[in-house]
């Protein structure tokens, strides 16, 4: 069964499961890590960087540590969508929180004016990663 509400534009809408927009907002700020580390390759001198090993991942425990980092919000795409809510209520606000300081921090370290895209997609990954810690703490009670 679909639970309806109505709205005031006279369309029938349905609510939306707490895991799905959890498992969305996961998807979303997944998508703005993944631009926003496609659209730095187009910054000046960042190729000549990766080709000559001078950059911020230069070691392979480097590379392996940003990997785990990255893996975590794709598989909180996952997980919110299987686990028992107790503990998925949990891991979002936890994660919600890592990923939201993760990216306030490096907002307000702007490196120069090529960086704007990235400061820009750091605050709407901030907002993103907040509104889970929001969700997951206003979790629906039976």
Same mark, same amino acid.
């Given at each position: 069964? $679909? *639970?309806?509400k /109505?709205?005031? /534009?006279?369309?029938? @809408? ?6 799905v927009?959890?498992?969305? &907002?996961?998807? /979303?700020?997944?998508?703005? !890590?993944?631009?926003? @580390?496609?659209?730095?390759? !187009?910054?000046? *001198?960042?190729? @000549?960087?990766? $080709?000559?090993?001078?950059? &911020?991942? *230069? /070691?392979?425990?480097?590379? #392996?540590?940003?990997? +785990? ?8 795409? #996952?997980?919110?969508? +299987?686990?028992?809510?107790? +503990?998925?209520? =949990? &891991? ?12 306030? &921090? =490096? ?7 090529? %960086?704007? #895209? %990235?400061?820009?997609?750091?605050? =709407?990954?901030s =907002?993103?990663?907040?509104? +889970?810690?929001? %969700?997951?703490i206003?979790?629906?009670?039976e």
């Amino acid at each position: 069964m $679909i *639970d309806t509400k /109505s709205s005031n /534009s006279g369309y029938k @809408d349905f609510e939306v499961n707490i895991k799905v927009k959890l498992a969305m &907002l996961w998807t /979303s700020v997944t998508l703005c !890590y993944l631009y926003g @580390d496609y659209f730095e390759l !187009y910054v000046p *001198d960042k190729i @000549d960087g990766l $080709i000559n090993g001078n950059n &911020l991942l *230069d /070691s392979p425990m480097k590379l #392996f540590g940003a990997s +785990i980092m990255l893996a975590i919000p794709a598989l909180m795409v #996952f997980l919110s969508l +299987i686990l028992k809510p107790n +503990i998925n209520r =949990i &891991l979002n606000i936890v994660f919600g929180l890592f990923f939201t300081l993760i990216m306030l &921090l =490096i907002a307000s370290v702007q490196r120069n004016e090529w %960086y704007t #895209f %990235y400061v820009f997609l750091a605050i =709407i990954e901030s =907002i993103i990663t907040a509104l +889970i810690v929001w %969700y997951a703490i206003k979790w629906p009670k039976e």
